[in-house]
């Protein structure tokens, strides 16, 4: 039997041995010569009526390995001076040795890296080479790369608000993939937005909330009418007619709902900032309006709800003097977005048409017209 014992302990440690060779065997892979990449440009200024169109184009050659490998190659963006630090790339087969982006990609992926819309900024890209988990390197190249604002309607996740309601604001009623949404600014399960309810008696302002543009998975209502969101559930009944802040936690099934009826005041209006203009909802541009208003070029103004300072429409940061049909964005300071408290300026007095576009939380616009 010990005999037995020590040919068994024998054959073990061989084994050991063995496979402990077999590791030391394996190839560690290494690079034996480095990819280079260039660009047919320098300076790209992308254009969403090209969007389709390749806004510039990348050629390589490859790296080289110590072993035969088939290995992933990207194009890696990054803004320049932050060492690739959240960096986006751009899938290109295993095979090639050139391809191009387009406008519309490039936009996107300028928007991911943090770049500024109109303006030009200093990019670095590179050739970015994986075999298995092994990222591998290329030389860094410069790009300055001028992206256009991207359409907010695409680029963020939203969810749909059906309702009976929805017919009388432009939309169609109970039609989920025709219906105002509420955006994620900050792409999670948190949406927000502002929707226009004309008539909430009967059933004219029940409404829903769904995904997808489908009634698959839609939610309402669990029954308790505090604001607990079901799959399936009752419609929500709206406590009035007007203008609704929503926000729904699409995960933790909650929501709320606030009214939020807007005007302009201020001493640059003819009723100064003893009382409001009200905006009047448009359902054929689905916008709000106020057709005509006398604004003087001294004085600033400011948009708020409910005849109260609770809740405002504002420049970011500064007073903001507004050029006549030009769209800006406008901040919403119950979302924390606004420093301080800021008004608008006009730089000439007359007449102006001034209308909001509120259909998207992530990007609130504005325009003033000169009449």
Wanted: include cysteine; charge should be negative.
């Amino acid at each position: 039997m010990k005999n037995l014992f020590k040919i068994w302990i024998a054959l073990f440690v061989g084994v050991l041995v063995v496979s402990c060779e077999k590791d030391e065997d394996r190839a560690v892979i290494s690079e034996t010569t480095s990819a280079k990449v260039s660009a047919d440009k320098n300076a790209v200024v992308l254009d969403e009526l090209k969007g389709s169109e390749t806004a510039i184009t990348f050629a390589w050659t490859k790296a080289g390995f110590n072993i035969a490998s088939v290995p992933a190659q990207q194009i890696e963006f990054a803004l320049k001076g932050t060492g690739f630090k959240n960096s986006t790339t751009f899938n290109f087969d295993k095979d090639a040795v050139s391809g191009g982006i387009t406008h519309a990609a490039l936009n996107t992926i300028m928007f991911n890296i943090g770049a500024v819309s109109d303006t030009a900024n200093d990019i670095e890209a590179r050739l970015k080479t994986s075999v298995g988990t092994a990222p591998f390197y290329s030389n860094v190249i410069d790009i300055k790369i001028t992206p256009f604002t991207p359409n907010p309607d695409i680029i963020y996740p939203k969810i749909n608000v059906p309702g009976a309601y929805a017919g009388a604001a432009g939309y169609a009623s109970w039609t989920p993939a025709n219906s105002p949404n509420l955006f994620s600014p900050e792409k999670n399960d948190s949406y927000r937005g502002f929707i226009w309810i004309s008539n909430p008696t009967g059933d004219n302002g029940k409404y829903k909330f769904t995904i997808n543009q489908d009634w698959p998975g839609n939610k309402g209502d669990d029954g308790t009418k505090t604001g607990k969101l079901v799959a399936d559930g009752s419609d929500i009944v709206p406590a009035s007619a007007g203008t609704f802040y929503m926000k729904v936690d699409w995960a933790a099934n909650t929501y709320s709902s606030t009214l939020a009826n807007f005007g302009v005041i201020g001493d640059a209006t003819p009723a100064g900032w003893g009382s409001d203009t009200d905006f009047v909802y448009s359902p054929a541009t689905k916008t709000y309006v106020i057709n005509s208003i006398m604004l003087s070029n001294s004085g600033v103004f400011k948009f708020r709800a409910n005849d109260d300072w609770a809740l405002k429409f504002q420049p970011k940061k500064d007073e903001q003097t507004l050029i006549s049909g030009k769209a800006v964005q406008s901040y919403f300071n119950a979302e924390n977005t606004v420093e301080g408290d800021p008004g608008y300026k006009v730089s000439e007095a007359g007449n102006y048409k001034i209308e909001l576009d509120l259909h998207n939380s992530a990007y609130y616009k504005l325009t003033v017209t000169k009449l």
